[in-house]
């Protein structure tokens, strides 16, 4: 006869009662516990003075949440001098008002902007193992998936026409630019979200703008084929998000998924990455917020992050 082995009840208590806590912490304090990340980069043509940009991504605005939109607010007293939206704005059909409640201050500055697939429609209820068997076979957002049907169409005309209006660049698979007050001129070429397979970057290819003061790569989600065009490009730097840091990342280990093929070293900070010989650097932002239906994070607070750019060493 086999024998039995059974956790004894004070030990099962014990790791539910330990579950149950690292559920409401992750829930009802780390997800609201934002955080500005602060990195510098040495991209700027030498002589040049440096430049300081907000980068503000995977919002996933939904009805009520007050102090994810009061802290949003407080970032404009940094004064950057741009602003860059990497995307997912948006969690809930009707949070257009509060993220442009949200980023009103924000919007007085130059700035732009693309799209994530939470922009175009509206979450729905995963099972969060699936991520880890994305991750196992490759299988990514649309990248060999079925495309996605039946879905919930959010309000995304509204917020492109609110940032238009406030003077912000649309860079959805398209180049723009960017004057600021100090007389610099800021190139930026972006793609549409790759993890939906909106992105196409035939046609904004041919290379970083010499004739600017700096050129940016700027995408939602950091797909392998978007950072090796950009870097092969000649990028010096290229900003996307998505993948909110791993968002539920085991202490001293770090992300276990990233939602997308870039590696779990990579998921959050600043980088760098290679391609065609040449070396661009990478920030991903993980974000300040989380889908509705898993509105949990853990050892990966929210973010933003405030780049300062300095000249290059050569």
């Known amino acids: 006869m086999r024998a039995r082995y059974r956790i004894p009840l004070k030990t099962a208590v014990g790791i539910s009662a330990l579950g149950a806590a690292c559920v409401g912490y992750a829930a009802g304090i780390e997800a609201r516990s934002f955080r500005l990340r602060r990195v510098s980069v040495p991209v700027l043509p030498r002589g040049m003075h440096p430049l300081r940009v907000l980068q503000v991504s995977d919002i996933h605005m939904v009805r009520g949440q007050r102090k994810k939109q009061r802290w949003l607010r407080e970032l ?64 990514h957002g649309l990248n060999g998936n079925p495309p996605a049907v039946g879905v919930v169409h959010n309000p995304w005309e509204e917020l492109r026409d609110a940032f238009d209006a406030a003077g912000w660049v649309g860079l959805s698979n398209t180049r723009g630019r960017l004057k600021l007050d100090g007389g610099q001129e800021i190139a930026l070429t972006g793609l549409d979200d790759p993890h939906i397979k909106r992105d196409r970057y035939g046609e904004v290819a041919g290379g970083a703008e010499t004739d600017a003061d700096l050129s940016l790569g700027v995408v939602h989600a950091p797909y392998l084929r978007v950072l090796d065009a950009f870097t092969a490009d000649g990028y010096p730097l290229i900003l996307a998000g998505h993948t909110h840091g791993g968002q539920l990342c085991l202490p001293f280990y770090g992300a276990l998924v990233t939602n997308c093929d870039i590696d779990t070293d990579r998921v959050k900070g600043l980088s760098t990455h290679r391609a065609g010989g040449r070396e661009s650097y990478l920030h991903v932002s993980a974000g300040c917020g989380t889908n509705r239906y898993t509105p949990v994070r853990f050892a990966c607070p929210p973010e933003a992050t405030l780049l300062t750019l300095t000249p290059r060493a050569d």
């Open 76 to 139: 404009a007293g940094l004064r950057p001098d741009f602003v860059i939206n990497t995307g997912d704005n948006l969690s809930d059909t009707e949070g257009v008002p509060e993220v442009l409640d949200a980023l009103g201050p924000l919007m007085e500055y130059p700035g732009a902007y693309v799209f994530g697939s939470n922009d175009y429609y509206g979450p729905k209820l995963r099972n969060p193992a699936k991520y880890l068997l994305e991750k196992a076979t490759g299988r």
